[in-house]
């Protein structure tokens, strides 16, 4: 398979809609990477799905490099792209060079992903110009939560749309090859998807972004709590989990493994 770069992902805004997914660990990259997905992404959603933590505020570089590192040992085809972590890219410049340069050389993923509208575009213009992939991230950013006390929807009112779409033209001028679009009023996606040339991908976004991104544990029926209303669930990996495991303990109480 073919290496997905940014710049084959601009060029794809579009065509057939774009595939991404989170994986967190080589195993879950393989099974991503097999199933043709044009871009992994190593959330912060790490903290919530895979460390037991109740949101992504909580996760901090060295557990994004440990991730991504594990990530691209899978060697994917794939775009890897990886969070820049709660607060990070609010520092000055060169500490969020630095965080970057950790990402891209320490775990060696092909891209970031930084949470924030227009007023990080200039910082974002200046990443990219030292040679950091970024792909941008509007509408619901999970690392505000506790400044907003709750998850909500955008794109409801006008104004709010306006918003969306001055900060996606604002990322797009910076440089961004691509933008994440999340828990956004479907009306308002489609309206932030035409207003911009790279493409944008949506979660909880409606049907007309140019492609889709989803959280792996989701869409595998792996996560054993809460699942937000706009997932899928394309697999029932958890009850097969449950049925081999309940069955091991069950042979060896039984006497019948090992035999
Ligand atoms: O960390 C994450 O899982 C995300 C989602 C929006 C896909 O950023
Ligand atoms: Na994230």
Request: with cysteine.
């Amino acid at each position: 398979p073919v290496k997905t770069t940014p710049h084959t992902l601009r060029q794809s805004k579009g065509g057939d809609p774009l595939v991404a997914i989170t994986a967190y660990d080589a195993m879950m990259a393989h099974y991503a990477d097999q199933a043709g997905v044009d871009i992994i992404l190593v959330g912060d959603s790490v903290g919530n799905t895979i460390l037991g933590h109740d949101g992504t505020v909580p996760v901090t570089l060295d557990t994004m490099v440990h991730h991504a590192a594990a990530v691209m040992r899978a060697k994917p085809a794939a775009l890897v792209a990886a969070d820049v972590p709660f607060g990070e890219a609010h520092f000055d410049f060169r500490r969020v060079l630095m965080s970057c340069q950790r990402l891209m050389q320490e775990a060696g993923v092909d891209a970031v992903k930084i949470e924030g509208g227009r007023k990080l575009a200039p910082k974002i213009a200046r990443l990219v110009e030292a040679g950091v992939p970024v792909w941008g991230h509007i509408g619901l950013m999970p690392q505000q939560v506790k400044q907003l006390g709750r998850y909500k929807k955008y794109g409801v009112t006008d104004a709010e749309t306006a918003a969306l779409i001055a900060d996606a033209q604002a990322l797009e001028a910076a440089g961004c090859f691509a933008l994440l679009l999340e828990m956004v009023k479907p009306a308002a996606a489609k309206a932030v998807t035409a207003a911009v040339t790279i493409p944008v991908i949506g979660i909880g976004a409606g049907a007309d972004c140019d492609g889709q991104i989803l959280v792996i544990t989701d869409v595998l029926g792996l996560t054993p709590g809460y699942v937000p209303g706009f997932v899928q669930k394309f697999a029932d990996a958890g009850s097969v989990f449950t049925r081999g495991l309940t069955d091991y303990t069950a042979a060896v109480r039984s006497r019948n493994f090992p035999r």
